[in-house]
C-alpha cells in the first residue's frame, strides 16, 4: 500500500476506493510482448526447443545458481513463454552478458522485469521497486515510483516486500498500516503478531490498523496460493536435476505423467523424517521410481534398507541412489 506521507491519494484509492488521477502502474511500462521482448537463442548442451518447459526452467535456474549465466539466460528463454518468473532471472543473467553494450544490458535487462511485471509477478515488481529506487538497469531514481511497486509486490505476496513495507512505515511514524502488515506477514496461529508495535499505539490507531488489516487480507495473495507456486517451481527444479543426472528414471513417461509423478512423489518425499535436504528428496523420487517399475504398489518409505541408506549421512546422493538401486534390483520383483 502506499506510505500515507509519500502518496496518500493513491494510498486511499486501494484502501477507500477514492478517485485518483494517478497513472497505472503498468502504463508507466514499455508496451511489450512476448515476441518483442524475447530474443532468439540456439540449443546448447543443456536445453533445446523439445525439452519440456519446467525442465527447461529449472536447469536455468541451476545453471543460474551456478554462475553459468549465458547457458541459464538460453534456457530461461526457452522456458519463458510458460514461465513468467523465467524473466526475472532472465533480467539478472543479461546483466553479465558481456556481448551486449552497457545500454543494450540496461535496456534488456530492464524489459524482462517490465514484461513479468504487468503479468503480476512479485519478483519483477520487486526488481521494479529496486531499480527505481536505486536507479538500476538506466532507470532515474524516482522514490514515489519506487514505493508504488513496493506496495504491489507486497500485495503479491512477497514477503521481504512486506517487511520493508512495515520498516517504511514505522519510520513515516505510521504505526498502524505498520501494525497491519505485520499481521499480515505474520503466521495464522500467532496471536502475537504485532504486540510490541500495539503496545506503542492508542485506541484509535489500533482500530484503524484492525480495519486496514481486514481489508489487506482480502487483497494480498494469500501464503497458500504462494506455497502452491514454490511447489510448482520445485517440480522444475527437481524434473531437471533427475532429468541431467538420472534421465533413465523418466523413461516410458510422457510429460504429463512425469510431471504428475514428480510433484506427487516430491510431497510424499519432503514429509517423511529420513529427508533432510534437496538431495534425500531426489533419492527418494529417483529410488522410489525405481522400485515402482518393479512393483507397482512399492512404498520405499516402509523399507529399512533403503531408509537405512537415506539415513546414512556419509554416503552422497550418488552413492545413496547406488546402493538404493542395488537393494531395489535384488529384493523387489
Not at 506477514?185 to 503496545?199: Q, Y
Not at 494480498?220 to 527444479?237: N, Y
Not at 515402482?292 to 541408506?309: C, E, F, G, W
Request: glycine share 4%; proline share 3%; with cysteine.
Amino acid at each position: 500500500m502506499k506510505l500515507f506521507n509519500v502518496l496518500p491519494l493513491a494510498l486511499l484509492t486501494v484502501l477507500a476506493g477514492c478517485a485518483t488521477k494517478e497513472r497505472p502502474l503498468n502504463d508507466t511500462l514499455p508496451k511489450l510482448t512476448l515476441q518483442n521482448v524475447l530474443p532468439v537463442v540456439t540449443a546448447n548442451e543443456h536445453c533445446n526447443a523439445q525439452m519440456d518447459s519446467d525442465i527447461l526452467y529449472g536447469v536455468g535456474y541451476r545453471l543460474y545458481e551456478n554462475g553459468e549465466y549465458k547457458d541459464a539466460k538460453t534456457c530461461m528463454v526457452m522456458a519463458a513463454p510458460k514461465h513468467t518468473r523465467a524473466f526475472c532471472y532472465l533480467s539478472m543473467t543479461t546483466r553479465y552478458d558481456s556481448t551486449l553494450t552497457a545500454d543494450q544490458r540496461n535496456t534488456e535487462a530492464f524489459n524482462y522485469m517490465a514484461y513479468a511485471a504487468t503479468q503480476n509477478d512479485w519478483c519483477a515488481e520487486y526488481g521494479m521497486y529496486e531499480s527505481y529506487k536505486y536507479g538500476k538497469v538506466g532507470t532515474q531514481q524516482d522514490a514515489a515510483l519506487a514505493t508504488r511497486w513496493l506496495e504491489r509486490s507486497s500485495l503479491h505476496g512477497y514477503a521481504e516486500s512486506q517487511q520493508i513495507l512495515i520498516e517504511q512505515y514505522e519510520e513515516l511514524g505510521n504505526l498502524s498500516a505498520a501494525y497491519a502488515w505485520t499481521r499480515i506477514m505474520a503466521k495464522a496461529e500467532d496471536t502475537t503478531a504485532g504486540a510490541d508495535l500495539k503496545a506503542k499505539m492508542n485506541a484509535a490507531q489500533i482500530a484503524e490498523g484492525d480495519k486496514l488489516y481486514s481489508e489487506l487480507v482480502t487483497q494480498v495473495t494469500s501464503k497458500k496460493t504462494l506455497f502452491a507456486e514454490a511447489r510448482e517451481e520445485d517440480v522444475g527444479r527437481y524434473s531437471a536435476d533427475i532429468y541431467q543426472n538420472y534421465p533413465d528414471t523418466f523413461k516410458g513417461m510422457s510429460s504429463v505423467e512425469r510431471y504428475d509423478y514428480v510433484k506427487q512423489t516430491m510431497r510424499t518425499a519432503i514429509e517423511q523424517p529420513f529427508t533432510k535436504n534437496r538431495g534425500d528428496v531426489v533419492a527418494y523420487i529417483v529410488l522410489n521410481r525405481a522400485a515402482q517399475l518393479k512393483k507397482p504398489d512399492a512404498n520405499i518409505a516402509t523399507d529399512p534398507r533403503i531408509v537405512a541408506l537415506m539415513e546414512d549421512q556419509a554416503l552422497s546422493v550418488d552413492e545413496a541412489i547406488e546402493s538404493g538401486l542395488r537393494v531395489v534390483n535384488t529384493f523387489y520383483r
